[in-house]
């Protein structure tokens, strides 16, 4: 059932409610008041129907803030989406290039390999160069790395304890510094 959007003026006007008899409110509750006024039994009543609140705001009709206490249905019905917010992948991306750039920034993608070279580099300036690779079925889950070999051998090892039985699970244990593979887990032969 698709809900019908509406203001929260039409709300009222719909269900009769006179916003000055709604309870006044602080202008800025901070969050643990408003948390604890939708979360805590006996629950506000809705404004528009009664039933239990499940959202809260507070807005100011003119007389100085007032909590607006809403049941699900009504709270999701006058949600007012941002002015200007975009809703396709396409819009996303041409916001974030817009604000790019503004700020004097140039984007532009980045292949997973240039992004895993990236992060090696990194790495290696920060002193780990013993990065331990565990995948399934051919995806990586998990990036691992350590500054000495003792340690990154026993992180391989417990991996490969982990990975036991999972379908197509690989662990790999690369030297980056010397561009290295030092073990594989399962064996290759």
């Known amino acids: 059932m698709a809900r019908e959007r509406m203001t929260?003026?039409?709300?009222?006007?719909?269900?009769?409610?006179?916003?000055?008899?709604l309870p006044q409110a602080p202008a800025s509750p901070p969050d643990s008041e408003?948390?604890?006024r939708i979360?805590?039994?006996?629950?506000?009543?809705?404004?528009?129907?009664?039933?239990?609140?499940a959202t809260v705001r507070v807005r100011d009709f003119g007389d100085g803030p007032r909590?607006?206490?809403l049941c699900w249905e009504h709270g999701w019905a006058t949600v007012e989406p941002a002015p200007r917010m975009p809703t396709t992948l396409e819009g996303i991306l041409a916001d974030v290039g817009e604000v790019a750039a503004e700020l004097g920034l140039t984007l532009r993608p980045v292949s997973p390999e240039e992004l895993l070279e990236s992060a090696r580099r990194v790495m290696l300036q920060r002193g780990s160069r013993f990065h331990l690779i565990a995948s399934a079925d051919g995806q990586p889950?998990?990036?691992?790395w350590s500054k000495d070999e003792p340690t990154a051998r026993e992180r391989f090892t417990v991996r490969v304890g982990k990975s036991r039985g999972l379908p197509g699970a690989r662990?790999?244990?690369?030297?980056?510094?010397e561009r290295e593979l030092l073990?594989?887990?399962p064996d290759p032969e």
């Open 39 to 53: 979360t805590q039994a006996p629950f506000q009543p809705c404004a528009a129907c009664g039933e239990d609140s």
């Open 34 to 36: 408003v948390r604890t």
């Open 67 to 69: 909590w607006v206490d």
């Open 141 to 144: 889950r998990l990036h691992g």
């Open 183 to 185: 073990a594989v887990w």
């Open 8 to 21: 929260l003026a039409e709300l009222f006007r719909r269900h009769g409610v006179d916003p000055k008899t």
């Open 171 to 177: 662990v790999i244990l690369i030297d980056e510094a």
